[in-house]
């Protein structure tokens, strides 16, 4: 990311406003949904439910966090910002899922 | 984007989400919407069937019809007549034959005599039901991921929708008429506001439809990716493997069949909406078992699904139903959000409500797309040109908003007009929508934006008007003969078909009349007519 900074003001504000939708769209779409699909697995295993429902309440989330992170990809001050945000948040279920050995 | 507050992010988002798949929401809430009434549309496409009148003997008569045409069947299906469907459907399974969906055979009998009906060959509402959730010709699976992500989308614009409006209150209460832009905006929020509840559900209730194909991490993680292990865990499986056991024992020992109507009797006992299909297994031997099934439950929870009876065939002796396990919370969740799509439990009010529910969210989408072109047009006057991108969604707009109702009256009428011994005949109604819904995607290119939506506005009309006329020629389908017998099933679709003529061809007379306003801009597109313009939707 450091690398590409000079790259990155050389730009025109058009290409420059351009690269910005396309950064943040990809997090919106790709990371959005890493977030949503992390948070469904891990939740399936940590919500203290019966294992069928805990799956079903899960995934039946799953949608409403997918938006919620959309949402947060255009809104957050700076894309870096959304993209590090993001980043955390699916570190917390990634962690878990690691730790109950569920990933490999 | 880094200026820009909360809301107007929102408003940016949703701006875009709405445009890039704002035609493809139009068509999926527009044939989703007439889904609502895809039985009562089937009903109408079938002439053949208006003249089966159902009583309390219909049941009777389709034993009597499988008793001979089927005497020896494994099994016998029959669907009783509905409110929503008044002929008999029957269908029955060979012996050996694997029971299940699309097999048997199928005959469809008129309710007051028993007789089979020759009924045209023809998808029905059955094809705008599948086409809303699985568009055509596409392999299944990639239709129904483009269409679960223009949901999501959906989701997106809503929600971003609604976050954008600081006064979204307010703003319901507000129109503005004649005020070019502002009404459009004004027509947009009143559209979506109504009716937002319904928006927020259906698209939510979409998405769930579709969850274990969008979202399989949790079965993934939870049963290692063992979707069977996961349903049978969840109870999904109800009853379904002790009745092959029970046809496999064992030679046939012939036996005389219980008579039906005591059986149906203490049904009704029961069941005050009565019985809606009767299963017979191993009719005509000892074996027999018949299975009555509720009209239509009661409870959301349980996804309105009815309760069932099972009788020995022989001796017509109630027999134990294996008990239905109490749902859940998160089961309750996912049934009453379900169920509220499909509406299966449905009465006639709940329906019309969100059958006009519907209409009003395809309306919001229709008034979205057409509030994209008119906020750019001082844009463009300052340009002094046209940018094809501007051009693009102004064809889409009209071949889409205007033109999928023109090509679902040109549906209707391949239904009518097509002779019924042609090959492949329900194939063609099918092209016949597609191909008028090409060239109403093609035909705005050729004309100016104002002729085009005209064009296609007074076109929908004359074909929507002209389908009650034609059903005058049919000899039980007349709109003055269903109102008179208060056949209110035909009656409706009818008038429906009138209302729809009325909306397009009202649009099209207030697009004639705009003048656009020549000192503000010579080339205004004429916004008043697509004022009217999403009423198409009916």
Known sequence: MLMSYRFFTDLSATARYRLVILSRSLLAIGGGYLFAALSTASLALALPLPRPQAVLAATQLSFALYCAVIIWAFAAASARRAWLVTAGLCAVPAIHLLFKGALS | ?538
């Open chain 2, 1 to 538: 984007m880094k200026q820009l507050g909360f809301r107007q992010t929102n408003a940016w988002l949703h701006t875009w989400t709405g445009l890039l798949l704002g035609w493809l929401l139009y068509a999926v809430f527009l044939t989703g919407t007439l889904s609502f009434f895809h039985q009562e549309i089937s009903f109408w496409m079938k002439p053949e069937l208006h003249g089966s009148v159902a009583d309390g003997s219909s049941a009777e008569r389709a034993i009597e019809r499988l008793q001979q045409l089927a005497p020896d069947a494994a099994q016998w299906s029959i669907s009783l007549p509905t409110e929503r469907n008044p002929a008999l459907d029957v269908q029955w399974f060979a012996q050996g034959e694997r029971v299940g969906r699309g097999g048997g055979q199928r005959l469809t009998l008129n309710a007051a005599t028993g007789e089979p009906l020759e009924v045209r060959e023809t998808r029905g509402g059955g094809f705008l039901y599948r086409f809303h959730f699985e568009l055509y010709g596409m392999p299944r699976v990639t239709a129904r991921w483009i269409v679960a992500i223009a949901t999501m989308v959906m989701l997106v614009a809503i929600v971003s929708g609604v976050v954008t409006h600081k006064k979204i209150f307010k703003d319901f209460f507000t129109f503005r008429p004649r005020k070019g832009q502002r009404s459009w905006l004004d027509a947009h929020n009143a559209t979506a506001v109504l009716a937002l509840p319904f928006h927020f559900m259906i698209t939510y209730s979409g998405l769930l439809l579709f969850m274990y194909m969008l979202m399989p991490w949790g079965v993934s993680s939870a049963y290692q990716g063992d979707m069977q292990a996961y349903f049978s865990e969840a109870g999904n499986r109800r009853g379904a493997p002790e009745r092959g056991a029970e046809r496999s024992a064992g030679v046939p020992v012939a036996a005389e069949l219980t008579a039906i109507a005591p059986l149906l009797a203490q049904a009704q006992q029961q069941w005050p909406r009565g019985a809606a299909s009767i299963q017979v297994s191993n009719p005509n031997t000892q074996r027999a078992q018949i299975e009555l099934r509720e009209h239509g439950g009661d409870s959301l929870i349980e996804r309105g699904r009815g309760q069932q009876m099972r009788f020995d065939g022989v001796t017509g002796a109630p027999l134990a139903m294996p008990a239905t396990p109490p749902t859940s919370v998160t089961n309750a969740v996912y049934n009453v959000f379900s169920s509220l799509h499909l509406i299966r439990f449905a009465g006639p009010p709940l329906r019309w409500l969100f059958f006009i529910s519907g209409l009003l969210g395809t309306a919001m989408i229709a008034t979205g797309l057409v509030l994209w072109v008119v906020k750019r047009l001082p844009e463009r006057r300052k340009l002094g040109r046209t940018p094809f991108g501007h051009r693009l969604v102004e064809v889409l707009n009209v071949g889409t908003v205007a033109g999928l109702p023109l090509a679902i009256a040109a549906y209707f009428w391949a239904n009518r007009l097509l002779p019924a011994g042609l090959a492949q005949r329900s194939d063609w109604e099918i092209r016949s929508f597609l191909i008028i819904w090409l060239l109403c995607l093609l035909h705005p290119l050729l004309r100016s934006h104002k002729r085009a939506w005209q064009e296609q506005l007074v076109a929908g009309a004359v074909l929507f008007a002209g389908l009650p006329l034609f059903s005058l020629a049919l000899p039980h389908s007349g709109l003055p003969a269903s109102l008179a017998s208060g056949n209110w099933l035909l009656a409706s679709m009818d008038l429906t078909l009138l209302a729809s003529a009325a909306l397009l061809a009202w649009a099209a007379y207030k697009l004639g009349c705009h003048q656009p306003a020549a000192t503000r801009s010579p080339q205004r597109p004429p916004r008043k007519a697509l004022a009217s313009a999403e009423e198409v939707s009916a």
